[in-house]
T-cell receptor, first 111, second 114 residues
Framework: AQSVTQPDIHITVSEGASLELRCNYS??????LFWYVQSPGQGLQLLLK??????LVQGIKGFEAEFKRSQSSFNLRKPSVHWSDAAEYFC?????????FGTGTRLTIIP | GAVVSQHPSWVICKSGTSVKIECRSLDFQATTMFWYRQFPKQSLMLMATSNEGSKATYEQGVEKDKFLINHASLTLSTLTVTSAHPEDSSFYICSVRGSRDTQYFGPGTRLTVL
């Protein structure tokens, strides 16, 4: 069975600083990996996804993620965060036609 | 990606009543939709997979008689919480499986059972 670990429950970053959110997955085959963002009281918005090919994927809102098979990781990055990036971020792996989510990382932005 | 709506966005009901939540795929014909449940400050837990024209597939531990799912058309799936109790209070989110196996999520429905 697949699983996802997001080691950081809560991260605080200054506006304009760089960001990296960690995600480790467990899946026997080549994974389909996703990052979603959720604002309070809202559904999930897809930021980016990795299926195959280039291991560095670009997403919306200036986010990117890098797939590292050797480390079973799919970390999310952004070079300069904006106050509007404050939200909950979920990493997910698709296996057996189902999405399995990590527990999420809450991002707080300070001025 | 697919645009997904849910109705209502929030609902308050008395214990023992039933509540129906609608999930609509506005621009995509969805043969498969998913229903998730999210408790405060927690992740999403898959409840069931809804397939158009057939019975839903429920995850282990989810009571199919309590959470009735109907996927009568390619654009609409409904989740009915029957005889709701306070422990059913939660945030319910649906998603549509779009192209390339990517799921697109609705805005969610917050259910509060008094």
């Amino acid at each position: 069975a697949q699983s996802v670990t997001q080691p950081d429950i809560h991260i605080t970053v200054s506006e304009g600083a760089s960001l990296e959110l960690r995600c480790n997955y467990s899946y026997g085959a080549t994974p389909y990996l996703f990052w979603y963002v959720q604002s309070p009281g809202q559904g999930l918005q897809l930021l980016l996804k990795y299926f195959s090919g280039d291991t560095l994927v670009q997403g919306i809102k200036g986010f990117e993620a890098e797939f590292k098979r050797s480390q079973s990781s799919f970390n999310l990055r952004k070079p300069s965060v904006h106050w509007s990036d404050a939200a909950e971020y979920f990493c997910a792996v698709r296996g057996n036609e189902k999405l399995t989510f990590g527990t999420g990382t809450r991002l707080t932005i300070i001025p | 990606g697919a645009v997904v709506s849910q109705h209502p966005s929030w609902v308050i009901c008395k214990s023992g009543t039933s509540v129906k939540i609608e999930c609509r795929s506005l621009d995509f014909q969805a043969t498969t939709m998913f229903w998730y449940r999210q408790f405060p400050k927690q992740s999403l837990m898959l409840m069931a997979t809804s397939n158009e024209g057939s019975k839903a597939t429920y995850e282990q531990g989810v009571e199919k008689d309590k959470f009735l799912i109907n996927h009568a058309s390619l654009t609409l799936s409904t989740l009915t919480v029957t005889s709701a109790h306070p422990e059913d209070s939660s945030f319910y989110i649906c998603s549509v499986r779009g192209s390339r196996d990517t799921q697109y999520f609705g805005p969610g429905t917050r259910l509060t059972v008094l």
